[in-house]
């Protein structure tokens, strides 16, 4: 039976015999925790050389424990291993050896860290059982699977603000939301969320924690920008940390951007974490490279929620009309019509094939392979709705060679 505990090494001397791999993750990690570490081998490896340690480059020698609350015998020999751990033994020092668990006094778990929360996996001398275990460990932490809340983090901010993320929450399947958005998740009081947001994460939250459903469905009633906007200050203002979660990638058409300067002329801090945008995962998903070689080698992502005769639009459908590349549209749906006809009028050909998507990556997902003066009819005709990408060009193609049903 062993006794586990956890040491704070900091300013405090660990000496490490050895130069190889296994001294450099040891390195590291003593470095991480604020240990002086001291390395004793006659040959070091370069990434190891170039860490803050101290070095001598020689074989390992009585004496050289002195001062030392801890020691790695970490050699490829050994019998200076044994006699590393004999000498601590001796001084009442600590020593873990790399080479034979079964002959140390002190043994190096595998870790993983969430937040404040801190795992330390040992199985009886078995590294890899131990690696595998703490691997799954990690995962659930990551994907908030264990019930383990993380305590309030000091704050970044004036004394009393709390905190604002922005955080994108991929194209539908919660399997593809971040790690770090996940995390966050983990963490908030308050959740602000989108229509397009990942709903089944959110039936993961603590219970305590509040959801704001601020819809943003097309053309109903929901709240203004500039009152999500408000609703976000204030909350981080009361000293609360608050997730925004969004759809997609917040800073791809989602207004991530306006949220950010709200919090930046408050004072409230805050931090952005990507998603992965639905422009790019849902065709790849569907089966549908957005770009390919030979086929083409750029492409463009529209917001086609206004008429293009609007007199509000700026998208330049001449140069998409003429141009090679993929069309990928988001919110087109409802203007998939007058969007069609503008490419075909500026020059596209009405035979390029188009793919309209629906719930990617979800158990609800629809494609529609059609073509480009053909495929709003055909929209209508099969009751599609929002939300959906629309995928325009030769790429379309691939589909059917990747395996999937035309």
């Not at 004999?86 to 050896?97: F, I």
């Not at 994460?201 to 819809?215: F, K, N, S, Y």
């Not at 089966?287 to 639009?313: E, W």
């Not at 596209?348 to 094939?353: E, I, K, L, Y």
Request: glycine share 10%; proline share 7%; with cysteine.
């Amino acid at each position: 039976m062993t006794y586990p505990l956890m040491l704070d090494l900091t300013g405090r001397r660990v000496v490490i015999a050895g130069g190889g791999p296994v001294a450099l993750r040891r390195a590291r990690e003593l470095l991480a925790a604020g240990a002086l570490v001291h390395v004793i081998a006659p040959r070091v490896d370069p990434d190891l050389a170039r860490l803050p340690v101290t070095i001598d480059r020689r074989r390992y020698r009585g004496g050289d424990l002195a001062g030392a609350w801890l020691v790695h015998a970490a050699t490829d020999d050994p019998a200076v291993n044994t006699t590393i751990a004999a000498d601590a033994e001796r001084l009442r020092v600590w020593c873990s050896r790399a080479d034979d668990a079964s002959r140390s006094r002190a043994w190096t778990p595998a870790v993983t860290r969430h937040g404040d929360v801190t795992v330390a996996v040992t199985t009886g001398g078995d590294p890899r059982r131990s690696q595998r275990l703490r691997a799954a460990i990690a995962l659930a932490l990551a994907e908030s699977t264990l019930p383990v809340r993380p305590q309030r983090r000091p704050a970044t901010g004036p004394p009393g603000v709390g905190t604002v993320a922005l955080v994108g929450g991929g194209p539908g399947d919660p399997g593809l939301l971040t790690v770090r958005g996940r995390r966050l998740l983990a963490e908030a009081d308050v959740v602000v969320a989108d229509r397009l947001a990942p709903r089944d994460v959110l039936a993961e939250l603590d219970p305590g924690v509040e959801v704001i459903d601020v819809g943003k469905t097309p053309y109903t009633p929901h709240l203004a920008q500039s009152e999500i906007n408000a609703l976000l200050v204030d909350r981080a203002r009361a000293g609360q940390r608050v997730v925004r979660l969004k759809g997609g990638d917040p800073f791809v058409f989602g207004r991530g951007g306006e949220e950010a300067l709200a919090c930046v002329r408050a004072g409230v801090p805050f931090e952005v974490v990507p998603g992965v945008t639905s422009a790019v995962a849902v065709p790849a998903c569907a089966g549908i490279p957005v770009t390919h070689r030979g086929i083409t080698q750029d492409f463009a992502v529209v917001s086609a929620h206004l008429d293009p005769s609007h007199p509000g639009a700026t998208v330049d459908w001449e140069a998409l009309a003429a141009g090679p590349g993929t069309l990928v549209l988001l919110m087109a749906v409802g203007r998939l019509n007058q969007v069609s006809r503008e490419l075909v009028k500026r020059g596209r050909d009405a035979d390029t094939p188009v793919a309209v998507i629906s719930d990617g990556t979800t158990d609800r997902e629809r494609v529609l392979v059609s073509t480009l003066g053909q495929v709003a009819d055909q929209v209508a005709a099969e009751g599609m709705q929002p939300p959906a990408v629309v995928v325009i060009g030769e790429v379309v193609r691939l589909r059917a060679a990747l395996g999937h049903a035309a």
